[in-house]
T-cell receptor, first 116, second 110 residues
Framework: DTEVTQTPKHLVMGMTNKKSLKCEQH?????MYWYKQKAKKPPELMFV???????INESVPSRFSPECPNSSLLNLHLHALQPEDSALYLC???????????????FGPGTRLTVL | AQRVTQPEKLLSVFKGAPVELKCNYS??????LFWYVQYSRQRLQLLLR??SRESIKGFTADLNKGETSFHLKKPFAQEEDSAMYYC????????????FGEGTQLTVNP
């Protein structure tokens, strides 16, 4: 399996809902990432997990809560979102390089989130 | 701080014409440079990375450290090359913090 998968493909939620986005990879990668991408803009890094530990949080509001239950899974829990949070949420993964550092990031297809 | 600049938001060429998508970067250390492509309704996918020095789908890119550039080139554009292209940089020592340029939307006209 050489792909990153994400579910659901589309999600519509109200501002009071609680929902979760899921990401899975079986490539043995130990780094996983969440990005937010607005239309016609580049992806913006939100979180990085390395060996199931949160290593980077790009000052993301607490209404986004990441979780890495194991090395293959990454979740993004959503609560009390705002309409401006509507975007494509991308997951990515990468493997470690000898001597440190991370290899190329491979991206999932994304979840298109609409907040009403 | 690391920064990637793609000066052209939109680029339009005719089929069979050469195409060059520009990318300039600023980073004080030793960077690793990538080109990612996003076709309509498809996932973001790696096109090239500078350390592999390979040609993918006829595209090449050379890292010019003197000019801090990593321009993407193809001698003869095809209609199926129409897509959004992002240049990206990560520090070679860590690789976690991938910084993207704003992207260039390439349209290849018949």
């Amino acid at each position: 399996d050489t792909e990153v998968t994400q579910t659901p493909k589309h999600l519509v939620m109200g501002m009071t809902n609680k929902k979760s986005l899921k990401c899975e990879q079986h490539m043995g990668h130990r780094a996983m990432y969440w990005y937010k991408q607005k239309a016609k803009k580049p992806p913006e890094l939100m979180f990085v997990y390395s060996y199931e530990k949160l290593s980077i949080n790009e000052s993301v509001p607490s209404r986004f809560s990441p979780e890495c239950p194991n090395s293959s899974l990454l979740n993004l829990h959503l609560h009390a979102l705002q309409p401006e949070d509507s975007a494509l949420y991308l997951c990515a993964s990468s493997q470690d390089l000898p001597g440190g550092g991370k290899d190329t990031q491979y991206f999932g297809p994304g979840t298109r989130l609409t907040v009403l | 701080a690391q920064r990637v600049t793609q000066p052209e938001k939109l680029l339009s060429v005719f089929k069979g014409a050469p195409v060059e998508l520009k990318c300039n970067y600023s980073y004080s250390g030793s960077p690793e440079l990538f080109w990612y492509v996003q076709y309509s309704r498809q996932r973001l996918q790696l096109l090239l990375r500078h350390i592999s020095r390979e040609s993918i789908k006829g595209f090449t890119a050379d890292l010019n450290k003197g000019e801090t550039s990593f321009h993407l080139k193809k001698p003869f554009a095809q209609e199926e090359d129409s897509a959004m292209y992002y240049c990206a940089l990560s520090p070679r020592t860590s690789g976690s913090r991938l910084t993207f340029g704003e992207g260039t939307q390439l349209t290849v006209n018949p």
